[in-house]
């Protein structure tokens, strides 16, 4: 059984973590994460909404915030329980209130939309060199839109993602998809596994259809992959600059939530290297007879008593193609039927 040093820097203080309990998730998807962990009652005074740093064995395993304080006790138990999310959630948790004219390079438009939120400033940011062009698109804050999800919007109309870091440095840059292994997975190693197939959100063609400023126009893409006719359709309220690929877009994405891929494995590294989120994991798994080179998608490292400390890893396919560019006003989708 392995065990490892959690601790949570918190209010100029550090805290060991209790003996239970303690969870951190890490995801490229879904950046804001989370982390859970229970300390000794009474061990120092919390603020909400304080920065947070998570480390195992010494070395920083998230950055972000104190959301929440759980604290229970009965005539011989008393516990406190700490959570939160990674600085991302500060972003999702914050609305646009300029509507004005976004800038036109993604550099420019971190820098805007990031002044005000809290803490940012004290971490660093890393950008492609796509984040320097000035917009090909039209981009617009719209009424309800948080921080995030417009620098994602910016980020995927350069073809990237956004995320961040153990760190707290948020990164502008590409999903990996060619690149030697830094992890791997075979029997030596896996304590557990899942494969989920799911055909249900597989659609056998997509049809899409735009109605705006440059006038009616409707694309259909198949999937020769689909197990049944189920068409899929949807019409873009504004227009596309490129119809078509975005049809491709969705299939895609489709493909990749068909198959998850989950395996438990010891401990919180391998060979010296924390698991992470956008790194390539060679599988060899001759018991569900996986094999091949995936992307780590999620992470989710647990520690108890018990069982010591595992992670939980969510791999998913290697992207074909990096999101492609559409306009910002053709965006939002009305599904029709129960697509």
Not at 112 to 129: D, G, H, M, V
Not at 268 to 282: D, E, I, M, T, Y
Request: glycine content about 8%; hydrophobic content about 35%.
């Amino acid at each position: 059984m392995r065990t490892e040093d959690v601790t949570i820097s918190v209010g100029g203080l550090e805290v060991r973590a209790a003996a239970e309990g303690v969870e951190i998730v890490s995801d490229l998807y879904a950046p804001e994460g989370s982390w859970s962990m229970p300390i000794a009652p009474r061990a120092l005074a919390i603020n909400g909404r304080e920065l947070a740093r998570v480390s195992i064995g010494g070395r920083v395993e998230l950055v972000g915030t104190v959301d929440k304080l759980q604290e229970t006790a009965a005539f011989e138990e008393h516990s406190l329980t700490l959570s939160g999310k990674t600085l991302a959630g500060l972003l999702k948790g914050s609305y646009i209130t300029d509507f004005k004219a976004p800038p036109k390079t993604l550099v420019a438009a971190d820098a805007k939309y990031t002044a005000s939120i809290p803490y940012l400033s004290r971490f660093e940011a890393e950008f492609a060199a796509e984040a320097y062009e000035a917009n090909t698109h039209h981009h617009a804050a719209d009424v309800g839109d948080s921080v995030f999800q417009l620098l994602s919007e910016y980020a995927r109309n350069r073809g990237l993602i956004f995320w961040f870091k153990a760190d707290g440095t948020r990164v502008y840059g590409e999903a990996v998809r060619d690149s030697e292994p830094e992890f791997s997975l075979n029997s030596q190693n896996i304590l557990r596994r899942s494969r989920t197939a799911d055909w249900e959100g597989i659609h056998s063609e997509v049809i899409l259809v735009s109605d705006g400023k440059e006038g009616h126009k409707k694309v259909t893409v198949t999937n020769d992959t689909a197990p049944i006719y189920q068409p899929l359709v949807a019409a873009f309220n504004g227009y596309s600059s490129d119809l078509e690929s975005q049809a491709k877009e969705y299939i895609r994405q489709e493909k990749m939530k068909s198959l998850a891929l989950e395996y438990v494995v010891p401990g919180f590294s391998q060979a010296g290297k924390p698991w992470r989120v956008n790194a390539l994991c060679r599988v060899e798994d001759d018991l569900i007879g996986m094999h091949g080179i995936y992307v780590v998608v999620r992470t989710r490292k647990n520690w108890s008593r018990s069982n010591g400390s595992t992670t939980t890893l969510t791999l998913g396919p290697k992207l074909e193609d990096p999101f492609k560019a559409y306009q910002r006003h053709g965006r939002r989708l009305r599904h029709r039927g129960n697509a």
